[in-house]
């Protein structure tokens, strides 16, 4: 038996015998217009919308459509959002489905299963989408209306380890598993947390004791640090050669200048037993040129000096150790910004040398030692 014809449909035919398509009784007139432009007015029609197009803001229609959403109940609304957020969490569309699990907080049913149920599973969105902090967030206010939710504590604790809030992971899952000892997945967490807790606090611990030694191994040499407003990060390789034994010797950076060339070498990792000497066969391997010219410059025409704590030079002999003028005590010569710096002159120019070092800017330039955080090398914030 042929199928019944709806109302407004002919029985004309194609040749093959079969009915032709109609179109809906409102766009028969249209029926000339392209399938863009049919598209188009299908979408103006409230049924068929697949977006809002509310430019004249006089859409009856679609207003209708919009308040459909809000009939009922409160809690019946409300329970419509986070079905339809469902929905689309199954689908994995995780930014549409925090949208409707928000138009269900928005409505504030009031009932604390329904709120709690809404946050929660904002919250695994969130998480999904590794926004960790909002997951945070809506498990907290989750738990403020259900305390009970043992995934709200769970889901807490995995953003907790992801933000490396270790502690925080560990509180949140401990409070889970008392709601559940026997959660497995809880566990896993429980462990991984106190594993990172656990490496933390050993780092912390060598940290310590790695700094300790430093500050014991300067006591024991008498050497002192002075700072300046140019101090920069060479802190980092200011270090004992054995981090944890105080006889092992200290390694550090080393400058040395040319005032007369203008020129400055730049010496990677120097040992306090190395001897000025050694210190200035560098410059001269590692950039001849700079000196072909200059046979007063020399190593053996020149003389060094260095820096005192009191902003003043003494001269340095080339056959010392490093170790042997920086834990002099009279007068101290300090390790100025975490380096050992030289200052290289002929015989003929070191008295003008001598004269134009001006040693009240030298004092004006630096800093209290108060004023540096000797663990990181950085300014002491005096604000916090």
Same mark, same amino acid.
């Given at each position: ?48 919308? =697949? ?18 959403? @809000? ?30 699990? =928000? ?15 809404? @946050? ?90 790695? @700094?300790? =030694? ?40 080393? *400058? ?19 001897? *000025? ?27 060094? @000096? ?14 010392? =150790? ?16 975490? *380096? ?31 004023? *540096? ?12």
């Amino acid at each position: 038996m042929p199928a019944p014809m709806l109302p407004g449909q002919s029985a004309s035919k194609k040749s093959s015998g079969k009915l032709d398509p109609q179109l809906p009784p409102q766009l028969q007139q249209d029926k000339s217009k392209d399938m863009d432009a049919l598209v188009a007015e299908l979408n103006k029609t409230p049924f068929f919308m =697949t977006k809002y197009d509310d430019q004249d803001g006089d859409n009856e229609a679609l207003e209708a459509l919009k308040a459909l959403a @809000y009939e009922g109940e409160p809690d019946e609304v409300a329970t419509n959002f986070r079905n339809q957020g469902n929905e689309h969490y199954r689908e994995k569309s995780y930014h549409n489905a925090i949208e409707f699990y =928000t138009k269900g907080i928005d409505v504030k049913c009031g009932i604390k299963d329904i709120d709690s149920k809404l @946050y929660l599973n904002r919250a695994q969105c969130n998480l999904v989408l590794k926004n960790y902090r909002k997951c945070i967030n809506d498990c907290q206010k989750a738990l403020q209306l259900d305390p009970a939710l043992v995934k709200a504590y769970f889901r807490m604790a995995k953003a907790f380890l992801k933000i490396q809030k270790y502690q925080e992971a560990h509180d949140a899952v401990e409070f889970g598993l008392k709601l559940s000892p026997e959660d497995k997945e809880m566990k896993l967490i429980l462990k991984q947390a106190d594993d990172k807790i656990n490496e933390a606090r050993e780092r912390e611990e060598k940290n310590e004791k790695e @700094y300790k =030694t430093f500050l014991e191994a300067m006591k024991v040499r008498g050497m002192s640090l002075v700072f300046t407003k140019d101090s920069g990060d060479n802190y980092k390789k200011f270090r004992l050669e054995d981090k944890f034994d105080i006889e092992s010797q200290f390694i550090f950076d080393g *400058i040395i200048e040319f005032p007369s060339l203008e020129y400055n070498c730049y010496i990677d990792k120097v040992g306090e037993l190395s001897s *000025i000497v050694e210190m200035l066969s560098i410059p001269y391997m590692s950039a001849p040129e700079n000196f072909a010219n200059h046979p007063e410059l020399s190593i053996k025409n020149v003389q060094v @000096y260095m820096e005192t704590i009191s902003g003043g030079l003494i001269k340095a002999g080339k056959k010392k =150790t490093i170790n042997e003028l920086i834990t002099l005590q009279t007068p101290q010569i300090p390790i100025i910004d975490w *380096i050992v710096r030289l200052y290289v002159v002929s015989k003929d120019g070191a008295d003008e040398f001598i004269k134009r070092w001006n040693k009240k800017e030298r004092l004006d330039n630096r800093r209290s030692s108060n004023e *540096i955080n000797l663990r990181t090398g950085e300014l002491v914030d005096r604000d916090n």
